[in-house]
């Protein structure tokens, strides 16, 4: 069964490095996502993403966040100088569609911690 | 604005009892329902979802759900839970702002089952 794949699954990296959060959504999918959960928070939405543009951003997803899908299976986030905040899982998704009631599959997520 | 409760942290379960795990939203329109699963190290899994038609829908792995629109409720339900069913499990409402989904998530509960 096809699955969404995300690399690395934990991530440790310095205040005000840069990261590259890598994701690999299933192959016939047009529609993208990442969410975050802080622990012990809820898993929020932080932006879609179809036709190699943002359709929607959450406030979390400010000028440090940037999504970009390179080549045909990639699809990544970056956070240019992450705070100790950042720190949380952040679970890419996909799907065939984007409208109401149309399934995301998930990735088993990336944990990043900031120190 | 829409929002996602599940009241239970944590429940634990003994192997083959019944289980029930509430979940409250509040959404302005038709909601469209997700409960997902997560396993450790997995990605969540679409466990069912509702968004017409039978109030009660039946999901993969025995799990059922009933949404009740007075209660503003979409509690899941397993007759005889399996060792193999502790998770994380995690309600969501899927929400329209753009003309492209996104799931707004509650907190989780994690189930435990003991033998």
């Known amino acids: 069964e096809p699955e969404v794949t995300q690399t690395p699954s934990h991530q440790v990296t310095q205040m005000g490095q840069e990261v590259i959060l890598r994701c690999v959504p299933i192959s016939n999918h047009l529609y993208f996502y990442w969410y975050r959960q802080i622990l012990g928070q809820k898993v929020e939405f932080l932006v879609s993403f179809y036709n190699n543009e943002i359709s929607e951003k959450s406030e979390i997803f400010d000028d440090q966040f940037s999504v970009e899908r390179p080549d045909g299976s990639n699809f990544t986030l970056k956070i240019r100088s992450t705070k100790l905040e950042d720190s949380a899982m952040y679970f890419c998704?996909?799907?065939?569609?984007?409208?109401?009631?149309?399934?995301?599959?998930f990735g088993p997520g990336t944990r990043l911690t900031v120190t | 604005a829409q929002s996602v409760t599940q009241p239970d942290i944590h429940i634990t379960v003994s192997e083959g009892a019944s289980l029930e795990l509430r979940c409250n939203y509040s959404y302005g329109a038709t909601p469209y329902l997700f409960w997902y699963v997560q396993s450790p190290g997995q990605g969540l899994q679409l466990l069912l979802k509702?968004?017409?038609?039978?109030?009660l829908v039946q999901g993969i792995k025995g799990f059922e759900a009933e949404f009740k629109r007075s209660q503003s409720s979409f509690n899941l339900r397993k007759p005889s839970v399996h060792w193999s069913d502790a998770a994380e499990y995690f309600c969501a409402v899927g929400f329209m702002n753009t003309g492209f989904q996104k799931l707004v998530f509650g907190t989780g509960t994690r189930l435990l089952v003991s033998p």
């Open positions: 509702y968004f017409s038609g039978d109030t």
């Open positions: 998704a996909s799907s065939e569609d984007a409208g109401q009631g149309s399934e995301q599959y």
